[in-house]
């Protein structure tokens, strides 16, 4: 017979919400939430991943094909990844309250070990003094291909926010 999810619950905590289920589940929950700050960024860095199926450094062997630079996908990606963070948004709100720790990909790239420190300590984790945290083991992919389509990104959302200087810019070309 099919089993469908509905008859998949955890015994006691079938009428309970989702956070409740999670709480009792993991007494002590702790959450935090990462995000990465520039949507653009983050949707250029996907779309060329998924069109090489190159999803880290190591794995740069030679795509199977050039990426291609789409507009249309890529600010799909970027509502895409913007609703991911206001479902984020919501699900704490729901809580009735913020993330306990928010932490951007931004600070961690940027330098990791406060951001580490902060963790630990969130977490009720002494960290060990001095705290090594090694060379990184994934590293940014972003390349001058990464920026030239991120200012082609943005210069596609100034247009549209500004159709007439467009329009001057294209006369004056």
């Not at 996907?46 to 249309?72: G, I, N, Y």
């Not at 931004?106 to 002494?126: F, M, N, Q, S, T």
């Not at 003094?129 to 090694?134: A, D, S, V, Y």
């Amino acid at each position: 017979s099919d089993v469908c999810s509905s008859d998949l619950t955890i015994e006691g905590m079938a009428d309970l919400p989702l956070p409740a289920v999670l709480g009792r589940a993991f007494p002590g929950l702790r959450y935090i939430q990462i995000t990465r700050e520039d949507k653009v960024r983050q949707a250029v860095s996907l779309w060329k991943a998924v069109q090489t199926q190159a999803w880290r450094q190591d794995d740069r062997t030679a795509p199977a094909r050039e990426p291609v630079f789409s507009f249309r996908a890529i600010n799909y990606l970027v509502r895409l990844l913007t609703a991911h963070d206001a479902s984020w948004d919501a699900y704490f709100l729901g809580l009735g309250q913020p993330p306990q720790l928010k932490v951007t990909y931004e600070e961690l790239a940027a330098d990791p070990k406060p951001v580490v420190h902060r963790v630990l300590e969130h977490l009720g984790i002494p960290a060990p003094e001095p705290l090594h945290l090694g060379a990184p083991r994934l590293a940014a992919q972003a390349d001058e291909l990464s920026e030239d389509w991120v200012r082609r990104v943005h210069s596609h959302l100034n247009a549209l926010e500004q159709p007439e200087s467009a329009v001057v810019s294209a006369r004056l070309s």
